[in-house]
């Protein structure tokens, strides 16, 4: 029996439909060519004297289809942003990851069957623990006279409880600024029990900064000064090239005892002083709750993927 045909792609992804890698699975209720499904429907209606002679059976045939791709529109775990510069600085671009991820109860990882990378380094080495810098005086690398722009210290502007809704128009995601160097006191919380229970973060990675005064910009980055200079303050957003997966060790967002936690591995507050930070190391895994998904490129693989149903 040949398999049924699967109804059209729906609107939203008929136009990727060469560039969405998607797979599909038909099934249908046959058995070396005849149904094995009991027709009780049939039955209980009586017979129909121009239905096949087999009356007490019937084929059902089913069709699924699922895409896999950059995530599109999603809700990040933390409103804490990183820019690709510095994605691919912590990971040598891509090439080097921390091999083992955390299984089991949380922390997920012990000394014996699943033991914790090495520490951090200063300055940061690939394929360790990292530190990732949200503030820091000293101007490093990838920085904007050490932040990300006038105000911006890789904050979004939060939608829930220390949560941040990113939108998409078509294939283009933008988050609005959160300005100041520290966490507000939601995410204080948020981000202790995240330390304590886990799960690994959601974080969205950007690749340029603007400034609107008409609300959420349109389109993609294309002619927009992305420096950091031609951001400042709360109508400044971010594109969003992609998504990360970042397991938190450690972090310090705030002045006082109450927003930092000392590294699972190095046993000491990551940073200090001014210095806002988390320490932890990339892993790779889905999205949970993307809303859409577009097709992967090379420029927006930061590790996490969506794997999505499409008709």
Known sequence: ?????????????????????????????????????????????GNDPTSPADESSTDI?????????????????????????????????????????PT?????????????PPPFTTPNTSGREQMLTLHDPSKPPCSFNGKDTAGGFGYLQPTGSCEATIVTNGS?????????????????????????????????VFDCIVKSTTGTPT??????DCTGAGASGAGSYYHIAGWAKFYISGYKIGGGPDTERPSRVGLAVPCSGAVRCLSGWFVRGPLAGAATVVPPTSGSNFGSYAVIPVG
């Not at 990882?109 to 033991?115: E, F, G, I, K, R």
């Not at 389109?219 to 927009?224: L, N, R, T, V």
């Open 61 to 101: 045939h089913a069709c699924s289809r699922a895409a896999w791709g950059t995530p599109g529109g999603a809700t990040a775990t933390t409103p804490i942003t990183i820019s690709v510069c510095e994605w691919q600085k912590y990971t040598n671009g891509g090439a080097s990851w921390v091999a083992n991820p």
């Open 219 to 224: 389109g993609g980055i294309a002619g927009k």
């Open 104 to 116: 089991g109860a949380w922390p997920g990882y012990n000394a014996s069957t699943n033991p914790y």
């Open 172 to 204: 283009d995601q933008w988050a609005n600024i959160d300005t100041g160097s520290s966490a507000t006191n939601d995410c204080k919380t948020r981000l202790a029990n995240i330390y304590a229970n886990g799960p690994v973060v959601d974080i969205p």
């Open 1 to 45: 029996m040949a398999a049924p045909d699967c109804p059209p792609l729906p609107d939203t992804y008929a136009s990727l439909a060469t560039t969405l890698p998607y797979v599909e699975v038909r099934t249908s209720t046959s058995s070396n060519g005849a149904s094995t499904l009991t027709n009780v429907f049939r039955r209980a209606g």
